[in-house]
């Protein structure tokens, strides 16, 4: 059993719902990343998703373009990202690690290449923001031939026959884009998420997890509530940027949000 798989068995059993972060690799500097990771392990996360920072990230808004900005700036390739989780892995060998990011740097590296040297390096799973099913498979024989599993994005906009397309096509968990727009964008409608989340589990075995739109401990709480995993980006991402020229605070401030969401899920159940 993989990794990922193992987590959301483990709380499914402990009636627990999963908390996945966001942030984005090599922001505001390599050398921040991984107390970062940690330190969001001991605040209570399940899984982290790292982002493999692209020069156009079309599916985020600002807050993560400025932070892929400034882990390109600081030299953050997607060689330099895996050496960052290999480092994880030194300390952690239970949490999943899943790389979020866009077709193009993989394609420049190869997918036989990407998927050997990320199961290396000890990671569980990869979200290709540009690599929609109906164009993955060959890929996905890649990707499941190293054990990594592949994840992919269900909009608000999907149709009943393309949710099960995805939910076929993918492995790990399935992730739902609970807003139509970019990361960080509008407020979130819970009851909105609950009728898709209830339609997309008619198609799917997998667990679900709901992003975009989550900025504090209640809207964790709400979600909670109707997905199996709660992923939280751009609120995590701003308190880096708001602490980048002091980033010895980052993984405490950065936990401390954590901390609160995972208190109030907890809370929930």
Known sequence: MSRIAETFKNLAAQGRKALIPFVTAGDPSPAVTVPLMHAMVEAGVDLIELGVPFSDPMADGPVIQLACERALAAGTSLSV????????????????????????????????????????????????????????????????????????????????????RIAAAGSGF????????????????????????????????????VGFGIKDAESARAVSRVADAVVVGSALVQRVADNASQPDNIPTQVAQVLSEMRAAMDESD
């Open 81 to 164: 990202v895996f050496d960052i989780v290999r480092e994880f892995r030194t300390r952690n060998a239970t949490t999943p690690v899943v790389l979020m990011g866009y077709l193009n740097p993989v394609e420049a590296m190869g997918y036989e290449a990407f998927a050997e040297r990320a199961a290396a390096a000890g990671v569980d799973g990869v979200l290709l923001v540009d690599l929609p099913p109906e164009e993955s498979e060959p890929v996905a024989d890649i990707f499941r031939s190293h054990g990594v599993d592949q994840v992919f994005l269900i909009a608000p906009t999907t149709t009943e026959a393309r949710m099960a």
């Open 174 to 209: 399935l992730y739902y884009v609970s807003l139509k727009g970019v990361t960080g964008a509008a407020t979130l409608d819970t009851e909105e998420v609950r009728a898709k989340v209830e339609t997309i589990r008619k198609h799917a075995q997998l667990p679900i997890g």
